[in-house]
């Protein structure tokens, strides 16, 4: 899956994917300039690690570097790992950081980043088989739990009313959930919970209140809820 973002000081479309390359896996970042798109190498193949070919976000930091989070089963860890990768503007050179490690939660099926009004990053990913979980960059990288299931996959955040918010599938019991972070605290609520819905939950802001589109698997359709 690619993710988009338009560039923070040119304002130009860039993107970030990560694609198989023969000798493991690779997260790139293209960056247009008007007439050309040039294509860089974010992460470079990794044999220790294999990229969720699916799931990037890139985002922008306060000073325009392109940050991007993406996942890796890690051979070294046993298990998965976040990542993020960010590029220096004083040698753009790309840096890479291990953000969370999580064990046996098998391929990651959701990731997705954000940036609130003073800058801060926030990030929420999920494993197949395991806790929504959010990564805060910032001075810190705090990273803690905000929904506890069995299952939690498709996964999406916002800043909702000036406040971080997040929508995910949960998957154990079919139900498409929300929920948002106050005072240190992430709440969360049942948005629905009749049939089997919430697949490639997808959050936004329309004017200060939360617009969720999503997958009913029931009836086989594409459904919002605001």
Do not use: C
């Amino acid at each position: 899956m690619l993710s988009f973002a338009y560039h923070a000081s040119s304002s130009q479309p860039t993107l970030a994917y990560a694609q198989n390359s023969g000798a493991g896996t690779k997260v790139e970042y293209a960056e247009y300039n008007g007439s050309a798109w040039t294509i860089s190498d974010a992460v470079g193949n990794d044999s220790n690690n294999s990229y969720d070919i699916e799931q990037v976000a890139l985002v922008y930091t306060t000073s325009s570097e392109p940050l991007i989070f993406y996942p890796g089963l890690s051979a070294i860890s046993g298990g998965d790992r976040i990542y993020y990768t960010y590029r220096f503007k004083t040698d753009w050179t790309w840096k890479t950081v291990v953000v969370d490690n999580i064990k046996h939660s098998q391929t990651f099926i959701g990731i997705d980043a954000v940036k609130d009004s003073s800058g801060i990053i926030w990030a929420s990913y999920s494993g197949y088989y395991g806790d929504l979980r959010y990564a805060k960059y910032g001075t810190t990288l705090p990273t803690s739990t905000i929904y506890t299931t069995a299952s939690t996959t498709w996964n999406s955040i916002a800043i909702v009313n000036s406040n971080p918010a997040a929508a995910w599938y949960d998957s154990t019991n079919g139900d498409l959930r929300y929920g948002t972070y106050s005072a240190g605290v992430w709440t969360a609520e049942s948005v629905s919970s009749t049939n089997d819905v919430g697949q490639y939950a997808s959050l936004s802001s329309l004017s200060g209140s939360p617009f969720i589109s999503y997958y009913d698997v029931t009836h086989a359709n594409e459904s919002f809820i605001s």
